[in-house]
T-cell receptor, first 114, second 115 residues
């Protein structure tokens, strides 16, 4: 399975600021995804990160709020912009490897907005 | 759109006993993948077991096995000889082989192991 590193693992952020989360994979992957898990809830897909092009966003999520980059096959970033307390969540990076049908997850980034 | 339902918000079991977590899903596709993920307090999503819809045989991984009923669109997880380390949130998930190939998750079941 792929080894996925996410940074930061945890942060406390001020309202109105932005934070960028990094996701690094130890091998080339076909697909990279960003999920949000609000407190006590299940996981919801924010977007699929596409290499070299704009991410594909799910309904309810927009690029201005959650800009995503994927400059190569092993790295992606998610920015949470102009944060409010409602953005307090765990944000998880996940990947699908070149071979195989399983999707693996990073350790998650736990953001608290105060 | 596909949906996944876990009807048991919480379950508990005595250590060393067996417990079954339920999951149903709705899809019009004939080929797809089903997963159970475990999320301990550390919050990392850990793959427990995977099932391909085209396979009739139920998947097994050590103490974990599934009961896959394709016609009933049911995918339950059985944990045998429960251990304290099995305590976690368990999420059932569906993935289509087509399009975005994203995971669709159920609401989760919190499993408590009683010593």
């Amino acid at each position: 399975s792929a080894v996925i590193s996410q940074k930061p693992s945890r942060d406390i952020c001020q309202r109105g600021t932005s934070l960028t989360i990094q996701c690094q994979v130890d091998s080339q992957v076909t697909m990279m995804f960003w999920y949000r898990q609000q407190p006590g809830q299940s996981l919801t897909l924010i977007a699929t990160a596409n290499q070299g092009s704009e991410a594909t966003y799910e309904s309810g999520f927009v690029i201005d709020k959650f800009p995503i980059s994927r400059p190569n096959l092993t790295f992606s970033t998610l920015t949470v912009s102009n944060m409010s307390p409602e953005d307090s969540s765990i944000y998880l990076c996940s990947v699908r490897q070149v071979s195989g049908n399983t999707i693996y997850f990073g350790e998650g980034s736990w953001l608290t907005v105060v | 759109a596909q949906t996944v339902t876990q009807s048991q918000p919480e379950m508990s079991v005595q250590e060393a006993e067996t417990v079954t977590l339920s999951c149903t899903y709705d899809t019009s596709e004939s080929d797809y993948y089903l997963f159970w993920y475990k999320q301990p307090p550390s919050r990392q999503m850990i793959l427990v077991i995977r099932q391909e819809a085209y396979k009739q045989q139920n998947a097994t991984e050590n103490r974990f096995s599934v009961n896959f009923q394709k016609a009933a669109k049911s995918f339950s997880l059985k944990i045998s000889d429960s251990q304290l380390g099995d305590a976690a949130m368990y999420f059932c998930a569906y993935r289509s082989p087509n399009g975005a190939q994203k995971l669709v998750f159920g609401q989760g079941t919190r499993l408590t192991i009683n010593p």
